[in-house]
């Protein structure tokens, strides 16, 4: 067998195990896998309706995932990415309660990104301050902002921004339509969604490629000590990457208030998940600006066609996302065991000295 | 509060996160980091009520819950130690998977009322005033958590092959060359703990916690992690930070009923920001600006502010996450 056969049926074979280990699950649960498909399919693509809700939330998801694509490269897990969309909803929110009443919409919804970027920017710069200059690990300061953002939503939304003569987790009040991004006539995605969230993704997959902000990003990534030996100002620009990303994820947090398709108001886990989403996405693309777009739209259409499935059979909630879970940790697998082959194969035709160390973080 | 029913209640709700520590603790000596920890409680918390409803036994769903926190721990050595996968990235697509298998699974058991460890005081010691109220009037997986510390301590400290674990996390190349077998010994620490975090599951659901609900358990696993570094990976500091976060966590539950007035939601959240102060704490000192501060301030306070910073800075074990390569 020659390399690329075995390298695709390699792959293949990670899709494989997901599949398969997702089937199990769901005949543990007493339904049927190919019925499953079905549902999932007819889900997620049935109807128009069921594309623009997939595309819906393909945006945020797109968003975040571009943002990652610039920490993840400069080799930080900013798993605070939750709390930077959370965020941004929560100062858009606030923006606009401010000026709905005393400026024209498209102003007020401007000025609405605005507030969502600088909401974002700001938690993701915390968490990059804890990181640089504590040695709080971005993983433990991030996760631990993601429940204190959570906790400051469901504190607005029962207090000062509370319905009024109701104390409930429903949310604040929703913005009159005029605050609501346009949609295509007859399909409820906004295309200022779609193109900023797609300018987004190439203007990083451009900045990775070909300028000296990317490049040097990367060389961090792959060794700060000798980035930071060479002369590159390594705090800035791990700041810039968290600052940048938490933009990302703040404007996304200002769609998902504002959005043609989103429920146009504060309320808690409005995040949904998207940007432990976008963490996988990107895990899965390797740091391919190109593979993000396909992957991010595939597992969109997961997580929205799987709520038929959740509604048909009463499942959890949490089954598409298992499923999204199964296939990253089979393909990850896979991969792995890939390079493993692929040096053993070289090893045999050069042997390696014997205690050469490699830390095991990319 | 009387202050020996609030020690025998810490005592008592203690179990999850000190088994979580320790078997984090193990793992992390050996130089393997399972993430994980979030999730793998989840689902070992769920695993085991599950079982326990089943079978009508705790035994049972002790043991299913430390087989199903071995078998997680037991991907994250195969991703690092046998494919060389980054840690953190299986570690952390691991948390979000076991978090919802766990949800997904565990469907069928939210809110079923089901077995619970029974409370089992030691006769004789169990009259003892104070002590034993606190230490003996308690239930089984309690004695053994405190049996745990201890023997974790023991082993690490007294023994040859404890003196071996801590060479895996230090210096893996030295301990290879000195005739560990380093990558089984990890698989073996890392199976251990995985199983010792499985417990801490099954100390929730069929003991701290009884039942099975959507996010009851949430968010404990990351405090577990920081509560590992807060300990600098040695059983006893790390065990004292466990208590000292159930402590807390007690505390908080008697206050949010004497003040009315503060919101609800702050009290749930009071952990995180807490265990970002803490992390901070301990990894502070070496920051320029910190030896600026400390520069201005009068010599006498400057001297007692540095020895206590230095004595709360931590160090992780020097191969932690790196993987020796070996052909």
């Not at chain 1, 996760?143 to 104390?167: E, K, Q």
């Amino acid at each position: 067998m020659d390399r690329q056969t075995q390298d695709w049926l390699l792959r293949l074979m990670g899709v494989g195990l997901a599949l398969l280990l997702s089937a199990l699950i769901l005949l543990a649960l007493g339904v049927s896998p190919l019925e499953a498909v079905v549902l999932l399919f007819h889900g997620a693509l049935g109807t128009p309706g069921d594309l623009a809700a997939v595309l819906t939330a393909w945006v945020p998801v797109l968003l975040c995932s571009a943002g990652l694509l610039l920490t993840y490269s400069s080799g930080l897990w900013n798993i605070g990415i939750e709390g930077q969309i959370v965020m941004g909803a929560v100062f858009t929110t606030g923006m606009l309660r401010l000026v709905q009443d005393l400026l024209p919409p498209p102003l007020a919804l401007v000025l609405g990104a605005l507030a969502g970027l600088v909401g974002g920017t700001l938690w993701a710069v915390l968490a990059g301050l804890l990181r640089l200059y504590g040695n709080v690990s971005e993983i433990f300061g991030g996760l631990g902002l993601n429940f204190v953002a959570g906790s400051l939503v469901v504190y607005l939304v029962t207090g000062p921004w509370s319905r009024p003569g109701t104390g409930t987790t429903s949310g604040t009040i929703p913005f009159p339509p005029s605050l609501w991004l346009p949609a295509f006539p007859g399909f409820a995605v906004s295309p200022v969604e779609l193109a900023l969230a797609l300018v987004a993704l190439v203007l990083v997959g451009i900045a990775l490629r070909g300028t000296h902000f990317g490049l040097r990003l990367k060389a961090i990534g792959k060794n700060l000590r000798s980035a930071f030996l060479l002369g590159v100002p390594v705090n800035r620009y791990l700041l810039a990457a968290f600052a940048l990303c938490g933009a990302l994820a703040g404007l996304a947090g200002w769609i998902l208030v504002v959005g043609a398709s989103a429920r146009h108001n504060l309320f808690p886990l409005i995040s949904s998940g998207y940007g432990f989403l976008a963490i996988l996405v990107v895990l899965l693309a390797n740091l391919n600006a190109l593979w993000v777009l396909p992957i991010s739209f595939f597992f969109a259409a997961i997580s929205m066609g799987s709520l038929e499935l959740v509604y048909e059979r009463q499942l959890d909630s949490a089954v598409g996302s298992a499923i999204q879970g199964l296939l990253v940790l089979s393909v990850l697998l896979t991969q792995g065991l890939q390079r493993r082959l692929l040096e053993k194969r070289a090893g045999r035709e050069k042997a390696r000295p014997p205690t050469e160390e490699e830390p095991a973080a990319d | 509060m009387d202050l020996t029913i609030f020690l025998a209640s810490v005592l008592a709700a203690a179990p999850p996160v000190l088994f979580a520590v320790l078997g984090e603790t193990i793992t992390e000596k050996a130089g393997v980091i399972n993430l994980s920890l979030d999730g793998t409680i989840l689902l070992t918390a769920m695993a085991g009520f599950a079982v326990a409803l089943h079978t009508g036994s705790v035994v049972p769903g002790i043991l299913a819950a430390m087989l199903v926190g071995a078998l997680v721990a037991g991907i994250v050595a195969l991703a690092s130690l046998t494919l060389r996968l980054p840690q953190v990235a299986t570690g952390f697509v691991l948390t979000l998977l076991t978090r919802d298998l766990a949800y997904v699974l565990g469907n069928p058991y939210v809110r079923v009322p089901g077995p619970q460890v029974p409370h089992t005081p030691v006769p004789l010691l169990a009259e003892w005033p104070v002590v034993g109220k606190i230490l003996f009037d308690q239930d089984p997986l309690v004695y053994l958590s405190l049996v745990a510390i201890v023997l974790v301590w023991v082993f690490m400290f007294k023994t040859r092959p404890g003196l071996m674990l801590q060479g895996l996390g230090e210096q893996p190349a030295a301990a290879y060359a000195r005739g560990a077998e380093v990558v089984r010994m990890r698989y073996l620490y890392t199976l251990l703990g995985g199983a010792l975090v499985g417990l801490g599951g099954a100390a929730f659901s069929l003991l701290v916690a009884p039942g099975w609900a959507r996010q009851k358990f949430e968010g404990i696993g990351w405090i577990a992690l920081a509560i590992v570094i807060f300990g600098n990976w040695h059983p006893l500091r790390a065990a004292l930070g466990a208590y000292l976060f159930v402590a807390l966590q007690t505390l908080a539950t008697t206050l949010q009923s004497a003040m009315p007035d503060v919101p609800t939601q702050v009290f749930p959240t009071l952990p995180f920001p807490l265990m970002i102060l803490t992390l901070l704490l301990v990894t502070v000192s070496g920051a320029d600006w910190m030896n600026r501060l400390l520069a201005r301030l009068p010599p006498g306070l400057r001297r007692v502010l540095s020895r206590t910073i230095q004595m709360l800075q931590t160090v992780p074990p020097a191969g932690l996450g790196k993987v020796p390569r070996r052909e």
